[in-house]
């Protein structure tokens, strides 16, 4: 249990049991890839932050755990697809779904995981949640395809790809916030600093993992460095790179984001550092991270409190 998981220790513990039962099915090979997906581990922040939140709220219910269970489900299933479009082969340290059992397994072992997570949002039977959660999935589906369309293309703005990263992955940092306030009964003032401060960690969690295909290492990491420049993805250090770059530097980068070509990484890497690319990208982080802080005001001061403080913290910190 890391420290970021104390405050809610016991309530984490249930979380991590109810998803391995709703893992359940009659298909062998869907608990297989379930499992073998779950087990991995993985930060679970998203989970994490419906606990924290809820109870920082005051809530004393139980379906908090369900609405974690139901978020760590969405995200897992779009973990799934998103290796088999991006055709990853290393998460988490491990071989991918797609890379261990092939292509169609995962892409529909994660439809049963959507589809498990919507029956779960059935059964709590809250109108405002299921409306929440559904917006959510759908958004993410569209920042993914947009993510699609954009890639090994070099003209990219800034601002497109800040989009896309606050629809493919602030979107449920922020859905997980706001379901809890839900429960939690929050006034509007507290459920608009929840979802905000859940947008604001994501984003600041999406552009961290960005530099990090920059200047992480692969072991800490658990996937491969470059795999973005290989799917020609134009991210927030490539942008500002091309920006701020000699004209060769420029056209080093674009044709390499065109091609897909992973080669060009240590010339790449290089020309990252030499225009300060991931500082930038990293700054960028560093505003996300101090936006969500001032959303925690409007929260009464507790150990819940103090913990959500130290989550968006961590999604600048981290290092993996």
């Not at 920082?56 to 974690?68: E, F, P, R, S, V």
């Not at 989009?163 to 509007?188: M, N, P, W």
């Not at 999406?206 to 460095?225: F, I, M, P, R, S």
């Not at 091309?242 to 056209?251: I, S, V």
Request: charged share 20%; proline share 2%.
């Amino acid at each position: 249990m890391s420290p970021l998981h104390q405050a809610v220790e016991g309530d984490f513990a249930a979380v991590n049991q109810l998803i391995l039962e709703k893992l359940h099915s009659q298909v062998d090979l869907v608990e297989n890839i379930g499992h073998y997906l779950i087990e991995a581990g993985g930060k679970r922040l998203r989970p994490l932050m419906v606990l924290l939140s809820a109870k920082a709220l005051g809530y004393q219910g139980k379906q908090h755990l369900d609405l974690a269970a139901i978020i760590e489900f969405i995200h897992t299933a779009t973990l799934l697809h998103d290796d088999v479009v991006d055709m990853s082969n290393l998460r988490r340290g491990r071989p991918t779904a797609n890379a261990q059992w092939g292509n169609a397994p995962s892409v529909l072992v994660g439809d049963f995981l959507y589809s498990r997570a919507f029956q779960m949002m059935v059964a709590i039977g809250n109108m405002e949640v299921m409306a929440i959660l559904s917006n959510a999935t759908n958004t993410i589906s569209e920042g993914e395809v947009e993510q699609l369309v954009n890639a090994r293309n070099p003209d990219v703005s800034e601002a497109s790809y800040l989009r896309v990263i606050d629809k493919k992955t602030a979107v449920l940092f922020a859905a997980a916030c706001e379901v809890a306030s839900v429960l939690g009964q929050a006034g509007d003032d507290q459920r608009s600093a929840l979802k905000a401060y859940g947008h604001h960690v994501g984003m600041a969690f999406q552009l961290v993992d960005d530099a990090l295909d920059y200047t992480g290492d692969a072991a800490t990491l658990g996937k491969n460095l470059g795999d973005d420049l290989a799917e020609g993805k134009p991210t927030l250090p490539l942008i500002h790179a091309m920006q701020k770059g000699t004209n060769a530097q420029r056209e080093l980068v674009a044709n390499a984001i065109r091609a897909g070509d992973a080669s060009q990484l240590q010339n790449i890497l290089a020309i990252a550092q030499e225009t300060k690319a991931v500082d930038y990208t990293l700054e960028k982080a560093r505003e996300q991270v101090s936006l969500a802080l001032r959303q925690l005001e409007t929260l009464p001061e507790s150990t819940y409190s103090k913990a959500m403080a130290e989550v968006a913290k961590f999604s600048l910190a981290r290092t993996f």
